[in-house]
């Protein structure tokens, strides 16, 4: 059972050009397909907001090493790998650079900056985020991060980061504006508010409508009746639409109010839409992390980019 909303904009506005969004958007890129994507997303993404683009390659040397030459001479064997893998993640950095200022209505070249360091990916992708306003990566690559999606060293980056983390499914090109909506899941969680913002802002900044998605499962918790549960959704569901409102009065606002545990129905509307925005429930360190059964099923089953939020992030 689905119960739809609709606020119409009253003659919406683009965001204006004149007022640039503070803080970086930083993306890993090594060179797949997949850090493509992510790098073309991320692009548009520092373009929209008129903020700086930070193109992050991190070589990992653990695979190259010459098990003879590090035995005759380790010294010069442990200089001579670390000094080709710097130039091997400079090079990419630049491609990726080069790549960025291609993508139609992405950033100006001044503004796009190339780092190419030895290490961790993970390391380097959490230190860039205490000062982006956004990290962007793709479901897979990144060195460490290849894999599963959501394996130890991605999972590290999307439940640790210091400011919210776009996860980029399908084709870097696919992004929310008209026709294709941002939507955020909103429940009881410290971090609904905080998504709920953040969403609001991107769907403001493309153009887009804004779907607000309430779930309550089945059966009912707590022996509570149907009525009650389904009543409780509904009002968080018009709160977060009211709170939408508050902060970007011409938005085009739905809410939708579905009988279904809450991952599935976000990827259920993940199939139009442009952008899915999460909170997720998390320590915020390395040593101590979580990242919550919705979040991490909704960045696995997602048909489009996921954007995963915790309540320490700033709106």
Partial sequence: MTTQVTTQPCAHEAP??????????????????????????????????????????????????????????????????????????ERRADEGVRRATQVEGGPLDRAVRPEGSVGSATAALLDASRQAALVVIGNR???????????????????????????????????????????????????????????????????????????WPTPEPDGRPEA???????????????????LHPDLEVTTRVVRERPAPALVAASGGAGLVVVGARGAGNVHSLQLGSVSHATVHGSRCPVAVVRATHSP
């Fill in 16 to 89: 204006s050009s004149a007022s640039p969004v503070r803080g970086a958007v930083v993306v890993g890129y090594d060179g797949s397909p997949s850090s493509v994507d992510a790098l073309t997303w991320a692009a548009a993404e520092a373009g929209a907001r008129r903020a700086g683009l930070r193109v992050l390659s991190v070589a990992d040397p653990g695979p190259h090493v010459d098990a003879r030459a590090l035995a005759r001479d380790p010294r010069t064997a442990v200089r001579r790998l670390f000094r080709d893998e710097q130039e091997a993640a």
């Fill in 141 to 215: 690559g990144l060195s460490q991060l290849a894999g599963a999606l959501l394996g130890s060293a991605a999972f590290s980056v999307t439940a640790g980061a210091a400011c919210p983390v776009v996860v980029v499914r399908g084709q870097g090109g696919l992004r929310a504006g008209p026709g294709r909506p941002v939507v955020v899941g909103v429940d009881a969680s410290p971090g609904a508010d905080t998504a709920l913002a953040l969403a609001a802002d991107h769907a403001n900044l493309t153009s887009a409508a804004l779907v607000v998605l309430a779930a």
């Fill in 228 to 246: 009650s549960v389904r009543a409780g959704a509904a009002d968080r569901a018009e709160a977060a639409r009211e709170r939408a409102l508050s």
